[in-house]
């Protein structure tokens, strides 16, 4: 297995779910049919998952846990750090998608800054090699 493959693999993914974050954005939030049914019969539970995604929304769950995550994986080091990046990415991707924006952007930013890190810093080994700077 190619060593980018995880990360091609990622690649392919993000788009997915993107659009599987704006299809619940427009096809289960927004759409008037919802709003109907579940202003009528708010005990069904597609109207609860409802109630509970604009409870996330409003409380910005999505954003808060994009850039908790995506801030701890910028310090992490090695494969710990790169999967918390993803997972920064599982959360900003949707809140970009559901109103979250003004964390999700940031968090995605940092998580992909953190995706795209070589393993070893050039800045790092030289102070490794020369302390006294």
């Known amino acids: 297995m190619s060593r980018r493959f ?3 693999l990622l690649l392919i993914a993000l788009p997915l779910w993107l659009a599987a974050s704006y299809g619940a954005r427009y096809g289960f939030m927004e759409d ?3 709003v109907g049914i579940c202003a009528d019969e708010a005990n069904r539970w597609e109207c609860q998952v ?3 995604l604009g409870l996330m929304i409003h409380f910005k769950v999505l954003g808060w846990a994009a850039l908790v995550t995506s801030v701890l994986a910028f310090f992490v080091p ?3 750090g790169w999967g918390l990046a993803v ?3 599982v959360f900003g991707v949707p809140a970009l998608a ?3 924006t003004t964390f999700a952007v940031f968090a995605v930013v940092i998580a992909g800054l953190r995706l795209v890190r070589a393993p070893h810093s050039v800045g790092a080994s030289l102070l490794a090699k020369n302390p006294q700077r």
């Open 32 to 34: 008037g049919q919802w």
């Open 6 to 8: 995880p990360l091609i």
């Open 78 to 80: 090695g494969r710990v």
């Open 98 to 100: 559901l109103y979250n």
């Open 50 to 52: 409802r109630a509970n």
């Open 87 to 89: 997972l920064g990415l």
